[in-house]
């Protein structure tokens, strides 16, 4: 009785979290813009479309469960998406559909809110030339990789592709030693949430040719969820994210039920080895005074330029946690905290030089500007209020950093559920101004998905 209280509690917690966002003292960007269909493509100088080619190339994962794929954008200048004639190519997998939200599922302390298998980023990644693709596809339990035509515009499998992952793959990061690095959530959508699943990790050699060969012994299999801390006791901690440092030879992993940041060390044999955790829990309650006991969990990691400095959302807490790191070995080290003039920051994407962060800000459908003018000390400069029903999740710039893409999902039980004819799935499309501001020139791209189908994943050529 005492555990189911304190769920319920815990519950009623993030429900207040979710509905409510705070604000900041700043003059707030708010977009007052119409959703735009599916454009068809023009070739007349008044529609603004630049050549074909890279720099203006918008990958978008559309994750649909009957068989997943990439839609392919051409960006024009201003800021609007044309999706091209071959899109979207098939992954040759299939994605994840909201169950809770269509009301299939409804039991367990997450009947409202499926908390998990769509909380990742890194699930669509490309390599530093902008020559291969990576998508995980969560629904059938592999990895598609693509090579990427010079043009941008023909997504070609590599041999062998898809490639067998674990179960509910979430995320990828591109090491040293050609090692691909595969987190598997364990979590498929769904409520109450099965006991004795386990997420993991495992890694992957890459050939010249862009084929995969798993890592003999190479499986991490993770700890259950703790119990006590708002979720059902040695549930899988449905890892969200792993993010690979400069260099290549250290890898973080996102732990998000286990309340952990998991530092490895990538072997030239492809495996890891594990570094000390950070335990989240260990910022206390004066970092953690609204869910210091429940929820001390992260989503959501980006590493400075120019240091050893790992970023990370507290999501229930509003703030952004500032972390040093040793770039030999991966052990983090608290430094500082950050407001967030959102609702459960999450996901994040740095500027070259360093100078400016953006967020995501999941609940409160907003994103931020982040000055790091003193990278251990972010300052929130600007918070950008999307309108209608959303949540968005993913974010790219494209290669020169003068526009950023966020993708815009339904939110469980928020968007489509209450309403069929409303479609939330879409890629906001931003200027990038000098001072790092941004600004929204022109509507949103409708995804047009079916019901309960929710977009995941953007990339830039």
């Given at each position: 009785?005492k555990?189911r ?14 509905i409510?966002?705070?604000s ?37 994962g ?80 592999d990895?598609s ?9 023909t ?13 509910v793959?979430s ?24 006991m ?114 790992l ?6 807490e ?41 967020t ?13 003018a ?12 999307f ?47 000098s ?12 995804m ?14």
């Amino acid at each position: 009785m005492k555990n189911r209280i304190l769920f319920l509690f815990t519950v009623s917690m993030i429900a207040l979290l979710f509905i409510s966002s705070s604000s900041i003292d700043k003059p707030q960007a708010k977009t007052n813009l119409t959703p735009n269909p599916k454009t068809i493509l023009q070739t007349d100088s008044s529609n603004n479309l630049q050549a074909s080619g890279p720099g203006n190339i918008v990958y978008v994962g559309d994750d649909v469960s009957t068989g997943a794929g990439i839609k392919i954008f051409r960006r024009d200048n201003m800021g609007r998406l044309t999706e091209m004639p071959n899109s979207p190519v098939p992954t040759g997998g299939k994605g994840i559909l909201d169950v809770v939200a269509l009301g299939l599922s409804g039991t367990g302390i997450f009947a409202k809110v499926d908390i998990g298998p769509y909380e990742h980023d890194g699930n669509m990644v490309i390599n530093a030339d902008r020559t291969r693709l990576f998508i995980v596809n969560q629904g059938s339990d592999d990895l598609s990789v693509f090579d990427i035509s010079p043009d941008g515009l023909t997504l070609t499998p590599v041999p062998g592709s898809p490639f067998k992952t674990g179960r509910v793959p979430s995320s990828v990061g591109l090491a040293a030693f050609d090692t691909v690095i595969v987190v598997n959530k364990n979590d498929p959508p769904g409520n109450p949430k099965p006991m004795g699943a386990q997420g993991s990790i495992m890694t992957f050699k890459m050939a010249a040719n862009g084929s995969l060969t798993p890592v003999p012994n190479s499986e991490i299999k993770l700890p259950g969820a703790r119990t006590g801390e708002g979720v059902i006791a040695n549930q899988t901690s449905t890892p969200s994210q792993v993010l690979v440092a400069p260099g290549g030879k250290v890898a973080f992993v996102n732990d998000f039920f286990a309340g952990m940041i998991r530092p490895y060390v990538v072997q030239p044999d492809g495996t890891l080895k594990a570094t000390k955790p950070f335990d989240i829990r260990s910022l206390g309650e004066d970092i953690l005074p609204a869910n210091g006991r429940s929820f001390p969990f992260s989503l959501g990691l980006a590493i400075y330029p120019n240091d050893n400095l790992l970023y990370t959302g507290l999501l229930f807490e509003n703030k952004v946690a500032v972390l040093r790191f040793n770039p030999k070995n991966g052990k983090l080290k608290f430094v500082n905290t950050a407001t967030n003039g959102g609702s459960t920051v999450c996901w994040f994407q740095i500027r070259k030089d360093g100078r400016y962060m953006w967020t995501t800000n999941q609940a409160s459908n907003s994103v931020s500007t982040y000055d790091l003018a003193d990278p251990e000390k972010p300052v929130e400069v600007q918070v950008v209020q999307f309108d209608g029903c959303g949540e968005p999740s993913q974010v790219s710039t494209d290669p020169d950093q003068q526009w950023i893409h966020y993708i815009n999902s339904a939110v469980t039980n928020k968007c489509p559920a209450n309403d069929p004819t409303l479609e939330s799935n879409m890629v906001h499309t931003l200027k990038i101004g000098s001072d790092g501001r941004l600004t929204e020139v022109s509507p949103p791209t409708i995804m047009h998905l079916p019901l309960g189908e929710r977009a995941e994943g953007v990339v830039t050529k």
